[in-house]
């Protein structure tokens, strides 16, 4: 079945790099999602990848993808206070527009 | 672009009543998604139209859950009657094809 897991917590340094694991249970899934979400607001999508892939980069944002172990990361560099938010991995499947999310990890920035 | 629009952006009602939650979808986009948040479970996909058809409610928890998309541009997700359990914030996201874009959210509290 779909199942998406996140770790619920990490705190790093301001300035620091934060990595952002995922793992995904089914290998169908063909494509995979960061969202972000603030206090008080809906989702922001960061970025996504296919499963053809096995990194995508983005300014700050590293996607990295293996596609054998099924994990997914996300890297953010030089992490921000502004970064402190829940962050969300989501898998969908070439069938369907339905996305599966994680329960999010909470990133904390510490100054 | 206004983004995805939902109205109201808190409800508080009493057990019992009719509540009634809208989203006007980003135009061009021929998805639409609405999703229910809370803390013990997390982001759950309630039902989704493509088309303005329905094409997956099995998230739609019971028979007092309804949702119709009448239009490209409107819908509405309707819970009669809501029960205390029914609280959480209810989001709604529009896509063109595989990227979701969330609104700001409904917080809905049944009393």
């Known amino acids: 079945g779909e199942d998406v897991e996140q770790s619920l917590f990490l705190s790093v340094r301001e300035g620091d790099s934060s990595v952002i694991n995922c793992t995904y249970t089914?290998?169908?899934?063909?494509?995979l999602y960061w969202y972000k979400q603030e206090p008080g607001a809906g989702l922001q999508l960061l970025t996504y990848?296919?499963?053809?892939?096995d990194m995508k980069q983005d300014q700050r944002l590293t996607v990295l993808l293996n596609k054998k172990d099924k994990h997914l990361s996300l890297r953010i560099a030089d992490t921000q206070t502004g970064d402190s938010a829940i962050y969300f991995c989501a898998e969908s499947m070439d069938s369907s527009y339905k996305l599966i999310f994680g329960s999010g990890t909470r990133l904390l920035v510490r100054p | 672009d206004a983004g995805v629009i939902q109205s109201p952006r808190h409800e508080v009602t009493e057990m019992g009543q009719e509540v009634t939650l809208r989203c006007k979808p980003i135009?061009?986009?021929?998805?639409l998604f609405w999703y229910r948040q809370t803390m013990m479970r997390g982001l759950e996909l309630l039902i989704y139209f493509n088309n303005n058809v329905p094409i997956d409610d099995s998230g739609m928890p019971e028979d007092r859950f309804s949702a119709k998309m009448p239009n490209a541009s409107f819908s509405t997700l309707k819970i009669q009657p809501s029960e205390p359990r029914d609280s959480a914030v209810y989001f709604c996201?529009?896509?063109?094809?595989?990227?979701?874009?969330f609104g700001p959210g409904t917080r809905l509290t049944v009393l």
């Open positions: 996201a529009s896509s063109p094809s595989r990227e979701q874009f």
């Open positions: 135009s061009g986009h021929n998805s």
């Open positions: 089914d290998s169908s899934s063909t494509y």
């Open positions: 990848i296919f499963s053809n892939m």
